[in-house]
């Protein structure tokens, strides 16, 4: 398993990642391998689109719910190039207010799981929460993440199980088609589910940030990476503030990434298929040929008795018809053609010269 880290990537070429809420001296690196020695024992990333407007309200609520382990924590909270003109500033005004706060502004629009790598990139702690924006993975449950790690060590990833979902009956169906097709695919336990909130360990997190899937999709590369995985009973609280922002085709956009980025299952049915196809087509030929061998094998076997009938009605008639089998034109013998049966030399004087050809048969 990969320990090393990349350098945190989040711009166009060219361009830096906007950051706030780190140290700015030479001696302390923003992000990646040249971190300070001391890194927190714990971090929590959070990626945040149009969010602004609640944001300080769930720092707050973070902050409450750390406790004791606020001092050993760092919120990393990545804004995905929000259009409105509210998140970053809050991001801003937060970092600056509380010590443990990181803000990471994004160049362009990436969507979540972009965005959340991004904030793996940049998180330094032993242990790396990941949670949502919209107090629907509640700040609360954060002490029964804490408390699950420290009680299982030797696991990579302790994720949140709800009992009961705050989601529409659409979502819940595709949640649970969604279980169902990484059963399927990546061999996922039947009694393991994933959600967005989860806790991972370093090793994890560093394989996962080595990752060069351009756009991961987050449980496919966790159950890839590792099989150190159980779940913790959590709440499922609704949704305080804004809209989700997956759409019916955004949800079947991330079940096709399940399916093709982590998977030669569509690969293996196309070529299954073509197998049957081809067979198929074989044994249509071969039914269609003597289909019509069928239909027309009476007939041609009429023709070919016709055919050779008539070869020895031919012969007869030219062995009854009198035919001379030659005509001698001209002979070295006296007698002249006039004295010559039909059918016997006929003595007339040999022109010159031999056949053409040299003596070839004609």
């Known amino acids: 398993m990969p320990q090393g880290r990349r350098n945190v990537s989040l711009s166009t070429k060219g361009a830096s990642p906007?950051?706030?809420?780190?140290?700015?001296?030479?001696?302390?690196?923003?992000?990646?391998?040249?971190a300070?020695?001391?890194?927190?024992?714990?971090?929590?990333?959070?990626?945040?689109?149009r969010s602004g407007g609640w944001l300080p309200e769930l720092v707050k609520e973070i902050a409450a719910h750390a406790g004791d382990r606020l001092d050993a924590l760092e919120l990393v909270l990545v804004d995905d190039a929000s259009p409105?003109?509210?998140?970053w500033p809050a991001i801003e005004r937060i970092a600056r207010e509380h010590a443990f706060v990181r803000g990471l502004r994004l160049q362009f629009n990436v969507g979540q799981y972009r965005a959340l790598m991004a904030g793996l990139e940049a998180a330094r702690g032993d242990w790396v929460v990941t949670m949502d924006d919209d107090f629907q993975t509640h700040p609360s449950e954060l002490p029964r993440f804490f408390e699950a790690a420290l009680a299982h060590p030797d696991m990579d990833a302790i994720i949140g199980r709800y009992p009961t979902k705050e989601h529409s009956a659409f979502r819940n169906v595709g949640s649970r088609l969604f279980a169902r097709l990484q059963e399927r695919i990546y061999d996922r336990p039947a009694d393991l589910e994933t959600t967005s909130y989860r806790i991972l360990s370093r090793p994890l997190v560093d394989t996962l940030v080595g990752s060069r899937v351009i756009d991961p999709?987050?449980?496919?590369?966790?159950?890839?990476?590792?099989?150190?995985?159980?779940?913790?009973?959590?709440?499922?609280?609704?949704?305080?503030?804004?809209?989700?922002?997956?759409?019916?085709?955004?949800?079947?956009?991330?079940v096709l990434g399940q399916v093709?980025?982590?998977?030669?299952?569509?690969l293996r049915a196309v070529s299954l298929l073509g197998l049957a196809v081809s067979a198929g087509s074989v044994a249509?030929?071969?039914y269609s040929f003597f289909s019509w061998l069928r239909g027309?094998?009476?007939s041609g076997t009429i023709l070919l008795s016709l055919g050779v009938m008539g070869e020895y009605v031919m012969r007869l008639v030219v062995q009854l018809s009198g035919t001379p089998r030659y005509v001698v034109r001209a002979s070295t013998d006296e007698r002249t053609p006039v004295d010559v049966e039909l059918g016997?030399?006929?003595p007339e004087r040999a022109s010159e010269g031999g056949y053409e050809g040299g003596g070839d048969e004609r």
């Open 344 to 346: 016997a030399p006929v």
């Open 84 to 87: 409105d003109a509210a998140t």
């Open 217 to 254: 999709v987050f449980p496919s590369i966790i159950l890839t990476s590792t099989r150190r995985l159980m779940n913790i009973d959590i709440a499922h609280h609704p949704r305080a503030h804004g809209d989700s922002g997956y759409s019916v085709g955004r949800l079947v956009g991330i």
């Open 296 to 298: 027309t094998f009476l």
């Open 260 to 266: 093709f980025d982590g998977s030669a299952v569509p």
């Open 36 to 49: 300070p020695v001391h890194r927190p024992r714990w971090s929590i990333v959070i990626p945040c689109y």
């Open 284 to 286: 249509f030929g071969v």
């Open 18 to 34: 906007q950051m706030v809420g780190e140290p700015q001296d030479s001696t302390t690196p923003r992000v990646g391998p040249g």
